[in-house]
């Protein structure tokens, strides 16, 4: 499976300490050089910097053709996230922010955000979902409290 990722679900996995499961779910993540610069820069968490300066042999870091980056008017880390998953023909991508699914989604991708993820990882049995909604909630992470508990129901 051919997976790209955004920062944010990167960003969330890693504080609350269950960024392993993506390679126990899809084997290999695939980000652009702005994702790494996002989860390197001096406005992430020192966790995630650390995290990133040292990523683990799953994570590749690949870079999008130029063709297309200009046309879409997002943040760097997702407009080239969606470029290079749509370039290498991803299997999915992993992304939060609203603006950038409804563009993957206008391009035919197939996404999943944080949410997602966990929700597969606990089917799979690789984590506790309710704690680990439980941690992603003590971080910046925002969700409606109506779709946090609709990801808790689908697995009950």
């Known amino acids: 499976m051919i997976v790209v990722a955004d920062t944010s679900p990167l960003n969330y996995l890693i504080l609350i300490e269950q960024i392993q499961i993506l390679e126990a779910l899809y084997g290999q993540v695939i980000i652009p050089p702005a994702v ?14 650390s995290w990133m300066a040292t990523p683990p042999a799953w994570l590749e870091v690949r870079s999008p053709l130029p063709a297309f980056r200009d046309s879409i008017a997002l943040g760097a880390g997702e407009s080239d996230a969606i470029v290079l998953a749509e370039q290498i023909g991803a299997d999915r991508i992993i992304m ?41 909630r003590a971080t910046s992470f925002r969700a409606s409290p109506q779709i946090l508990q609709a990801i808790l129901d689908s697995v009950q």
Do not use: Y
Not at 104 to 133: C, E, K, P, W, Y
């Open 36 to 49: 790494q610069d996002e989860l390197l820069s001096a406005g992430a968490l020192p966790q995630v910097r």
């Open 96 to 136: 939060d922010e609203t603006l950038g699914r409804g563009e993957a989604l206008r391009r035919g991708l197939n996404i999943i955000g944080t949410l997602g993820v966990l929700r597969d990882a606990h089917r799979t049995g690789l984590l506790d979902l309710a704690t680990s909604m439980e941690r992603l």
